[in-house]
Every structure is written in C-alpha cells, then in structure tokens.
C-alpha cells in the first residue's frame, strides 16, 4: 500500500506560481512511476505530467514550458512546479502512483493509488 498526500495548492493570480507537493508513505517510493492529474469542474480528470521510476518525464501539452516534476526519492516526494499559471489550470490536481511501470504514463486507470487532491485556483 502506498499513501499519497497532496499539499501547496491555493489561489494565485494568472502569470504566478505554485509548486505542489506529493508526499508518499508505505511501499519503496522509487519503485514507483508517479503521476499528476488535475480535475476542474464539470470536466474529466485529465493527465498534467508523469515521472517514470527511470527519471524519464512526461508532460500534457499544456504544460510544457510552464509545469516542472522532479522527485526526491530519499524524502518519498514528488514535487510540481507551476508557473506562468493561466485561469484555465485552475482545478483539483491530483498525484498517483503505479506500482506496475508498464502501462501509459498519461492514462489515470495506469495507476493503483491516488491522493485526495489539492485546490489550484487560478484569478485572472
């Protein structure tokens, strides 16, 4: 089992930054690919970035050039760094964890564990 807290999120004005910050209990984190994806209202949770157990990463077409993963393995963390924030990013973001490392990156049914989420409101 792996426990998945989420933490960072808030309100920020459009063209500001926030990193998130995912923070993993339980089974050996570097085993782990771990993903982000955030849910805004009234839509389907969508894939934002991925970081492979390998260090290989994985970002959304909307988030390149602005979101930056990186992990540290020896504090069971993965952090997102978020900048040139847009109205548009505002929404719940989410991290996951896959135990398996075969399956897609981007895909949410890749991934066995999940957070509760972290509030990313973004003000024009």
């Known amino acids: 089992q792996v426990q998945l807290v989420e933490s960072g999120g808030g309100l920020v004005q459009a063209g500001g930054s926030l990193r998130l910050t995912c923070a993993a209990s339980?089974?050996?984190?570097?085993?782990?690919?771990l993903g982000w994806f955030r849910q805004a209202p009234g839509k389907e949770r969508e894939f934002a970035a991925a970081i492979r157990w390998s260090g290989a990463k994985h970002y959304a077409e909307s988030a390149k050039g602005r979101f930056a993963l990186s992990r540290d393995n020896a504090k069971n963390t993965v952090y997102l760094q978020m900048n040139s924030l847009k109205p548009e990013d505002t929404a719940v973001y989410y991290c996951?964890?896959?135990?398996?490392?075969?399956?897609?990156?981007?895909?949410?049914?890749?991934?066995?564990?999940w957070g509760q989420g972290t509030q990313v409101t973004v003000s024009s």
């Open positions: 996951a964890a896959d135990s398996k490392q075969i399956g897609n990156s981007r895909s949410a049914t890749t991934y066995d564990y």
């Open positions: 339980g089974r050996t984190f570097s085993n782990y690919g």
